[in-house]
């Protein structure tokens, strides 16, 4: 018996700028693709859950977002994609701490198995996936949903049952009552084309679908994806957890007040260069290039960064280098107060041979 977790961080983007920004926090709040074309052009890239209330969903026309909200208070955001990446990569880095094999998906979503962590027992399961839920709380004030279950598609199914903050329990016992009333596109692999060619036989729901002939669905549906997404009806998957090397490390923190004074800010790189350095050795790499992650006062954030022709062999290295880079930062006169900052390493290398991890992907 395995056990294994999905945990998907709710409405992410949205969430981290209301984090950033606490006035966001009763307002509706929609993050945007802006196209460049017009002040309109471009697509929703998600919103909170005040804007899903309106119907305002992902992929939507940024134009037609702004028609239906436009008697309401809400505010439409550009996407900062390198802001909500670095975020996402403390968290991921977080969860890994948690999993006998860890296999993150997107920028928001991860596997966790936990078999041998909680010794096959799901009553501990559920209480290690609070702790989680408590620890990405207190690091990074996101809130997340963790579904738990025997494998992945059913652990993924009940991250998704009670959103947002949810955390829901799906044993191989419980498939039938929980899976049965669904509809048909909750099950992961039903888009919008499955979907469409499932209603037209009148299946509705998961449990309808469990039922239906596999053989006529092989017809319908073509016999491998027939097949798979019958067995997903029935709760069935044996997909395993995969462990991926990491393409960097780093670490980030809000400082206790803005700050555009280099001697103050520079304090806060030796302890976080200390600890980016210790996790590089405890998994056994080397590094070529060092990145500073600075957001300002003004919610932006802001990248500097440096590659040597060799890796970087001592701690004082790091923090020299990442202090020069600051230094050029402050120094570019842009009035900049930092808010957070953090730091990277990437350009990844095995401490015993020096070839780049690249080769290993």
Same mark, same amino acid.
């Given at each position: 018996?395995?056990?294994?977790?999905?945990?998907?961080?709710? &409405?992410? #983007?949205?969430?981290?700028?209301?984090?950033? +920004?606490?006035?966001?926090?009763?307002?509706?709040?929609?993050?945007?693709? #802006?196209?460049?074309?017009?002040?309109?052009?471009?697509?929703?890239?998600?919103?909170?859950?005040?804007?899903?209330?309106?119907?305002? $969903?992902?992929?939507?026309?940024? &134009?037609?977002? =702004?028609?239906?909200?436009?008697?309401?208070?809400?505010?439409?955001?550009?996407?900062?994609?390198?802001?909500?990446?670095?975020?996402?990569?403390?968290?991921?880095?977080?969860?890994?701490? *948690?999993?006998?094999?860890?296999?993150?998906?997107?920028?928001?979503?991860?596997?966790?198995?936990?078999?041998?962590?909680?010794?096959?027992?799901?009553?501990?399961?559920?209480?290690?996936?609070?702790?989680?839920?408590?620890?990405?709380?207190?690091?990074?004030?996101?809130?997340?949903?963790?579904?738990?279950?025997? +494998? $992945?598609?059913?652990?993924? !199914?009940?991250?998704?049952?009670?959103?947002?903050?949810?955390?829901? @329990?799906?044993?191989?016992?419980?498939?039938?009552?929980?899976?049965?009333?669904?509809?048909?596109? =909750?099950?992961?692999?039903?888009?919008? =084309?499955?979907?469409? !060619?499932?209603?037209?036989?009148?299946?509705?729901?998961?449990?309808?679908?469990?039922? #239906?002939?596999?053989?006529?669905?092989?017809?319908?549906?073509?016999? =491998?994806?027939?097949?798979?997404?019958?067995?997903?009806?029935?709760?069935?998957?044996?997909?395993?957890?995969?462990?991926? @090397?990491? $393409?960097?490390?780093?670490? !980030?923190?809000?400082?206790?007040?803005?700050?555009?004074? *280099?001697?103050?800010?520079?304090?806060?790189?030796?302890?976080?260069?200390?600890?980016?350095?210790?996790?590089?050795?405890?998994?056994? *790499?080397? #590094?070529?290039?060092?990145?500073? !992650?600075?957001?300002?006062?003004?919610?932006?954030?802001?990248?500097?960064?440096?590659?040597?022709?060799?890796?970087?062999? +001592?701690?004082?290295?790091?923090?020299?280098?990442?202090?020069?880079?600051?230094?050029?930062?402050?120094?570019?006169?842009?009035?900049?107060?930092?808010?957070?900052?953090?730091?990277?390493?990437?350009?990844?290398?095995?401490?015993?041979?020096?070839?780049?991890?690249?080769?290993?992907?």
């Amino acid at each position: 018996m395995r056990i294994i977790l999905h945990i998907d961080l709710d &409405y992410f #983007f949205a969430q981290v700028e209301e984090n950033l +920004n606490p006035s966001l926090k009763n307002k509706i709040v929609v993050v945007c693709v #802006f196209s460049g074309r017009t002040k309109d052009s471009g697509v929703v890239s998600t919103s909170n859950y005040k804007a899903r209330e309106y119907g305002i $969903k992902s992929g939507m026309p940024i &134009y037609l977002a =702004k028609k239906i909200l436009k008697d309401k208070e809400a505010v439409f955001l550009p996407v900062n994609h390198d802001l909500y990446e670095e975020i996402s990569h403390q968290i991921m880095e977080l969860l890994r701490n *948690f999993a006998d094999n860890f296999e993150q998906v997107s920028i928001d979503e991860a596997y966790l198995e936990i078999t041998k962590r909680v010794n096959k027992k799901f009553e501990e399961a559920q209480k290690l996936a609070k702790l989680i839920k408590e620890s990405v709380f207190e690091k990074e004030g996101l809130t997340c949903s963790i579904g738990i279950g025997p +494998n $992945k598609l059913l652990a993924k !199914i009940g991250s998704d049952l009670n959103k947002p903050n949810g955390l829901t @329990l799906i044993k191989s016992s419980e498939v039938k009552d929980v899976l049965s009333d669904l509809p048909t596109e =909750k099950l992961p692999g039903v888009g919008r =084309k499955y979907k469409k !060619i499932l209603d037209n036989e009148g299946i509705n729901t998961i449990g309808e679908l469990a039922a #239906f002939d596999v053989n006529n669905l092989k017809l319908l549906l073509g016999k =491998k994806i027939g097949e798979r997404i019958h067995r997903a009806s029935l709760g069935l998957d044996d997909e395993p957890v995969k462990e991926e @090397l990491p $393409k960097q490390f780093s670490k !980030i923190i809000t400082l206790k007040e803005d700050s555009d004074n *280099f001697d103050n800010v520079s304090n806060s790189l030796n302890g976080l260069c200390g600890d980016v350095w210790s996790t590089i050795k405890d998994e056994g *790499f080397n #590094f070529k290039s060092v990145g500073l !992650i600075v957001v300002g006062d003004d919610l932006k954030i802001r990248t500097k960064s440096k590659t040597l022709s060799h890796p970087i062999v +001592n701690k004082e290295d790091i923090i020299r280098i990442t202090k020069d880079l600051l230094k050029e930062l402050l120094e570019e006169g842009t009035n900049l107060k930092i808010r957070r900052i953090g730091v990277k390493s990437y350009n990844l290398v095995k401490d015993l041979d020096q070839r780049s991890i690249d080769s290993y992907l």
